[in-house]
């Protein structure tokens, strides 16, 4: 069954069962430096596994970067 999500304001198209955190792991991003916001709620990491991509979901994911 194909889904269709939102990432950072872009659609993206998934042909198969996919969780959070595979998405986030597909797209590079690191766990520690990274905050999720998943249907408008701030995901903890510990759940991600638990969370199925579902039909319309809205992903914000913000990077935390280091600098001087």
Known sequence: MNKTFSLNGKKFLIKKNVTLKEIINYFDYQKTLSIVEYNNLISNSDKWQ???I???DKIEIISIVGGG
Do not use: K, T, V
């Open 50 to 52: 638990n969370i199925e």
């Open 54 to 56: 579902n039909l319309n």
